[in-house]
């Protein structure tokens, strides 16, 4: 079996954050490093700065190809020349999320100590993801954002970005995301991680030290989130109960079932790129999102008298963060008196529609992009 | 080409107001009203086409239903909210009309005339309920065929002044004026009401 990739150090761009990181568990993060990518050019006044956040399994390889994994990137319909974030136009940074595995700091990283962290790791939250982003940010010496775009996890740092900084976010795009992750989904990502800590080369989390990988537990992590990510329909319209390579069922449990087939390899290629306790503490940040919760309960109270402009968008069969969720969240910023917009993509391709093609999505964002960009000032 | 009763709509709207369209389709009076009032702009749009078309113009709009979508916008939030040629085609016309008067203290409303007379007539001489703008009586856009006076009526009870009417027959449109609601149920083929919270 493959060894999930350590990133070597000059493997890929980042930098070290001066000070230490506060962390909402009470501790600090000494020695962080963030991992980042950037397009287009920054212009004279640092105005034109879209910061894009990746999703739970993402990475800052947005644009072009992950020279670790080599993986292609996963926005290159949306990030480029002439494209709805305009690299013509825009300058994009991309980082890696805190208690990441593609050169950020995370669960992987050795502690001062000099062996990895494993669970000595502290668990962090999409605020401290936010935090660390915001340190990134001022070590580039930019000041604000113009905008902050990103799906699913991405989205709750665009959320969490106008929260936590209103004044130096300019127009934000949360796309098929919460700002209350729900019940289901905890179930869902708790599925998961007992599935990685129940894999005997989990070794406690202590698997690195100990050359191990927990491969079959991730796998199946992977697998059960990755149902949550298309909808029903589109499930039925690309497999139905169509059999794999074979014309009858072989009455065994071999991967009769295409989906089956399909499901085994998302789980195996997974393995070979993400590490699992990253994968344990993500999804722990994820599970403890509740914008609502952090402002006494009341989400419009996060957005009071927000300068930013938003566009949030949802799509209709997204059942891992159904088009409610993104309602609530045009409804809330409203009620606070910011400027929302709010679109429900058509679509049967689920949650995971925001790095499909989707020409009302890519329209919707671009339009709202343009405009923000011509109030900005940065013209056409 | 600018609709002759967007213009209209237009004349009632003071510079800089900010303003509600509530079925704003695909952005046209709102864009309208940004250029020539310079007004804060916001949308309200059932389809996904029509907010795809609005946010394509830079308008801020939020896909919803009037019927229940509404209630997301604080009390007074605008100075004016519109709703054009939709008030018959949603299920819930006073409650809409109440809501949309919570929202602006200023209301304007464009609708079918179905008491015009071509229409009174034609009713009694074919036995036939006169065409919505599109499509049969059974139509689901169809719901709540009204006159002139009808929707002044409403209005009136829900503690609503009417401010000024005109008519609008084709491409034209007449003068508003404060009165002469009776002459306007009778000809106009589409009317335009300026409602205010009394």
């Known amino acids: 079996m493959a060894d999930t990739p350590r990133i070597l150090p000059d493997e890929v761009q980042r930098l070290t954050l001066q000070a230490p990181l506060p962390l909402d568990c009470g501790t600090e993060l000494p020695d962080v490093q963030i991992a980042y990518e950037t397009w287009g050019e920054l212009n004279a006044d640092k105005s034109n700065v879209i910061l894009v956040c990746h999703a739970l399994t993402g990475d800052q390889f947005a644009a072009s190809p992950n020279p670790v994994t080599g993986r292609p990137p996963w926005w290159p319909r949306l990030i480029g020349p002439g494209l709805p974030l305009d690299t013509d136009r825009f300058h994009i940074i991309a980082t890696n999320v805190l208690g990441g595995c593609m050169g950020t700091t995370g669960p992987a990283s050795n502690a001062p100590d000099g062996k990895p962290y494993a669970t000595r790791f502290p668990v962090i939250t999409v605020a401290d993801m936010v935090r660390a982003q915001r340190a990134v940010i001022a070590a580039l010496g930019i000041e604000a954002l113009f905008a902050v775009v990103g799906g699913s996890l991405g989205g709750m740092q665009a959320l969490e970005w106008a929260a936590q900084a209103p004044e130096q976010v300019f127009a934000a795009v949360p796309i098929a995301t919460t700002a209350r992750h729900s019940a289901q989904n905890i179930a869902f990502y708790e599925v998961g991680r007992q599935a990685i800590m129940a894999d005997p080369d989990w070794c406690d989390g202590d698997y690195i030290a100990q050359s191990r990988q927990p491969q079959r537990g991730l796998a199946i992590a992977r697998m059960a989130a990755h149902i949550t990510y298309l909808s029903e329909e589109g499930l039925k319209q690309k497999f139905d109960r169509g059999l794999q390579d074979r014309d009858t069922a072989s009455f065994s449990f071999d991967a009769d079932f295409q989906v089956e087939s399909y499901l085994r390899h998302q789980g195996r290629s997974f393995v070979e790129r993400f590490d699992a306790n990253s994968y344990l503490y993500i999804t722990r940040a994820v599970d403890y999102f509740d914008l609502a919760g952090a402002h006494g309960g009341r989400l419009a109270d996060a957005f009071k008298d927000s300068p930013t402009r938003f566009c949030v968008i949802t799509f209709d069969s997204d059942w891992h963060y159904p088009p409610a969720d993104g309602r609530e969240i045009a409804r809330a910023l409203t009620a606070a008196g910011a400027e929302a917009s709010y679109i429900e993509v058509e679509t049967d391709k689920g949650h995971d529609a925001f790095f499909l093609e989707e020409p009302r999505f890519e329209a919707a964002l671009a339009g709202f992009l343009n405009a923000a960009a011509e109030q900005r000032g940065l013209g056409a | ?198």
């Not at chain 2, 303003?19 to 009076?29: P, T, Y």
């Not at chain 2, 830079?58 to 229940?68: K, M, S, T, Y």
């Not at chain 2, 006159?147 to 609503?160: F, K, P």
């Not at chain 2, 003068?175 to 409602?195: K, M, P, Q, S």
């Open chain 2, 1 to 198: 080409m600018t609709r002759a009763d967007h213009l209209a709509i237009a004349s009632r709207v003071p510079e800089r107001a900010r303003v509600l369209d509530v079925g704003s389709g695909d952005g046209s009076l709102l864009a309208l009203l940004k250029e020539t009032r310079g007004v804060d702009a916001r949308g309200l749009e059932l389809t996904g086409e029509g907010v795809a078309a609005c946010l394509a113009r830079g308008l801020p709009v939020i896909q919803g239903d009037a019927d229940e979508d509404l209630e997301i916008f604080p009390d007074d939030r605008f100075d004016v909210a519109i709703m054009s040629k939709a008030i018959q085609e949603i299920r819930r016309p006073q409650h809409v009309l109440q809501e949309l008067s919570r929202v602006a203290p200023d209301v304007i409303i464009s609708f079918r005339n179905y008491g015009q007379w071509r229409r009174r007539l034609s009713l009694l001489v074919s036995g036939r309920m006169p065409a919505p703008r599109q499509g049969g009586w059974h139509d689901a856009e169809a719901l709540h065929p009204s006159t002139a006076a009808d929707m002044a009526d409403l209005a009136e009870s829900l503690g609503l002044k009417l401010e000024a009417a005109a008519a609008v027959s084709g491409p034209r449109v007449g003068t508003f004026r404060a009165g002469g609601l009776t002459r306007l149920n009778w000809a106009a083929e589409d009317v335009i009401l300026h409602l205010r919270r009394a």
